[in-house]
């Protein structure tokens, strides 16, 4: 068998997964729980349920679910999922933890089933392209990851480029560890006012505002940063366009 028509089949391989993942996210009970929000309080329930039963082991086998959830899966209600079981400290490094692992699975397996069929298309300025993002790995994987690119397509389209997996493990982690922190302090702390709830009045405090206000800030990184560098090509000072 050619090396082309070995390529073909792994790409096609993928093709499958992602078939298999689309119809287990549109058209099946367990699917439609990430498609409203008392879906999402049913996974939640759901998760609770299965890793008190683990003891002890549930915060691993809970990471070991986020991980694998998150090759098909969103990875935010899992994340909202971890800090509402475990709290905000223990629950934001399960978060982190199970981030990174199904991220580098995703990779991993981008690697070998995209990149030999994807090698065929880098030609000319894409070969370029491929190449700069070899050279600038890190600051190119941490860069999308603070810009809340799309967790999933990012863990499979770095897979099928030239980006050595270590500037890809660690620009990972280090643009999810603030967006995973402030989603995790932010549901575990809701998780503790929930516990004494007296009304609205009571989500009206700084460990919940703060949080909120800094998730809310991270959605506008991406067009600031672009009106900033805008500025500075043009020779103005940064500082009126905030």
């Not at 809340?148 to 997996?165: D, E, M, S």
Request: glycine share 10%; with cysteine; proline share 5%.
């Amino acid at each position: 068998m050619s090396d082309r028509t070995w390529h073909f089949l792994k790409f096609a391989g993928f093709l499958l997964l992602a078939g298999v993942a689309g119809y287990l996210v549109f058209r099946t009970p367990e699917g439609g729980l990430f498609l409203s929000n008392e879906g999402r309080k049913e996974l939640v329930a759901r998760l609770d349920l299965f890793v008190r039963a683990a003891g002890i082991l549930g915060p691993v086998v809970f990471t070991a679910i986020y991980a694998l959830a998150i090759l098909v899966f969103p990875a935010t209600p899992f994340t909202a999922a971890g800090a509402l079981i475990f709290g905000k400290y223990l629950g934001a490094a399960c978060n982190i933890l199970g981030a990174i692992g199904g991220a580098s699975l995703s990779f991993l397996l981008a690697r070998y089933l995209l990149r030999g069929f994807a090698k065929g298309f880098l030609t000319g300025r894409l070969a370029n392209l491929d190449r700069k993002v070899r050279e600038h790995g890190f600051s190119v994987i941490f860069y999308l990851r603070i810009f809340w690119f799309p967790f999933i397509v990012l863990n499979y389209a770095a897979g099928a480029t030239h980006i050595r997996f270590a500037d890809y493990f660690w620009g990972t982690l280090m643009g999810i560890i603030p967006a995973m922190l402030i989603v995790s302090f932010f549901f575990g702390n809701v998780r503790e006012i929930a516990a004494s709830f007296r009304g609205p009045a009571d989500l009206l405090q700084p460990n919940v505002l703060i949080p909120a206000a800094l998730l809310l800030l991270t959605f506008f990184l991406p067009s600031l940063h672009k009106r900033i560098k805008k500025r500075r090509r043009s020779g103005e000072p940064p500082e009126d366009e905030i």
